[in-house]
């Protein structure tokens, strides 16, 4: 008696299930039945960001970076047949703000560029076939900022990513080291892109090196023992708010 709410366990990725609600009055009955049909859609990205070669992790979102998002619908029609994603009608919405010149036939994919604010994104995607089935994804993307890590380049064995510098320090035991400066998710193709900027300094004191060059080279050539403070800054032309910086102190 005056039971109006009714929960259930849908069933799995595009299996009817049929509810019927039944309401008695005194003289008179009525009836509505429902179909459930539950449908899987994931929304994956790509960014616009730099990794190391055999880098084991993603490229993140970073400050002003571009992303793009590929919409996987796992469809199924009234009949049980799987909808081919290709023949699917995708509207993209980012922030609350439909996309019309983006949504559309069979467009699955969206391509996004964030603001200087430098705030997270939700992007939500409707997806309709012919026959009336649909589904929603939503995603909600935090913007990163990017960072650069120093590692030693050993003129035999190359980079050694197995160990970062600048949290431990590093010991100079040779006559000279070669620094390189990696970035990490900030939009550029390449470490020595022409859109990055890589500023030296020793002691607070600037190391003459190009600016796209993102490694130096220090010897010690007087044989004496101390220590000093290797640090680099690197910006990005092209994303004001991509701004990294890292430092590490030597002993030799």
Known sequence: MGLSQFTFTAGGNGKEKNVVATIQFTSSTVTKSFTITPQDVSIIYEADSYTPPFYKGKGLYGLQGTVTFVAIPNLFSSNGTRLNPK????????????????????????????????????????????????????????????????????????????????????????????????????????VNSSNLNYSWKINGNSISAPKNQNYVTLRNT?????????????????????????SLNITF
Not at 161 to 176: A, I, Y
Not at 233 to 240: A, E, K
């Open 87 to 190: 023949n699917l009608t995708y509207k993209w919405t980012v922030d609350g703000t439909v996309l019309g010149s983006k949504s559309g036939y069979g467009k699955s994919s969206l391509s996004y560029t964030g603001s200087i604010l430098g705030k997270d994104v939700s992007v939500q995607v409707d997806i309709s076939s012919s026959d009336g089935s649909t589904g929603v994804g939503y995603m909600v993307l935090k913007a990163e900022s990017p960072e650069t890590l120093l590692y030693e380049k050993n003129p035999l064995y190359g980079i050694l990513f197995n160990k970062e510098l600048s949290s431990n320090g590093f010991s100079l035991s040779d006559k000279e080291v070669t620094l390189d400066a990696i970035p990490y998710s900030t939009s550029a193709t390449e």
């Open 222 to 246: 007087t044989g004496k023992s101390g220590s000093a403070q290797i640090s680099v800054l690197v910006d990005n032309n092209d994303h004001f708010l991509q701004e990294m910086s890292n």
